[in-house]
């Protein structure tokens, strides 16, 4: 188990080269320009204090693409919604725009429907 000196100076370690580094429950993420540079250190100073860094799931994302953090979608350091994602929404959209009015839905696209408010519900309440 880590401690909080330890998150203090892996902190420390991000803002001297002008990064800035977050925890969230198991994961950490490094975000700046020169984030590449102080991943070593960073594991290292972490490794010191106890955490074990897991390097199968060490990936870095550059800034001109879609970067997913803790399985949210991060864009120019704002949360946004997937593309994938949006394009699921448009179509239950579409297809309930095509249904008969007052008709029920066939039970396949009522559970699609379920599924993605609360999927949307979640994934906005975390925002």
């Known amino acids: 188990m880590t401690d909080d000196i330890g998150l203090k100076r892996a902190f ?8 800035v ?3 969230y429950v198991d994961d950490t993420s490094i975000s700046g320009a020169r984030a590449r540079e102080v991943i070593e250190p ?3 100073v972490l490794a ?3 955490l074990r860094v897991g390097r199968d799931k060490t990936k870095v994302m550059p800034a001109h693409s879609a970067q997913t953090i803790t ?3 991060i864009n120019c350091g704002r949360p946004s919604v997937s593309r994938r994602k949006r394009d ?3 179509e239950l959209i579409h297809e309930l725009k095509l249904r008969t009015p007052g008709a029920p839905l066939p039970h396949s696209h009522e559970t ?5 408010r609360e999927r ?3 994934s906005s309440n975390f925002s």
């Open 42 to 44: 960073i594991v290292a």
């Open 112 to 116: 699609r429907v379920v599924e993605t």
């Open 12 to 19: 420390q370690v991000g803002s001297a080269h002008g990064c």
């Open 120 to 122: 949307l519900g979640g």
């Open 48 to 50: 010191r204090h106890g």
């Open 71 to 73: 399985g949210q979608t």
């Open 21 to 23: 580094v977050t925890f």
């Open 88 to 90: 699921y929404v448009r």
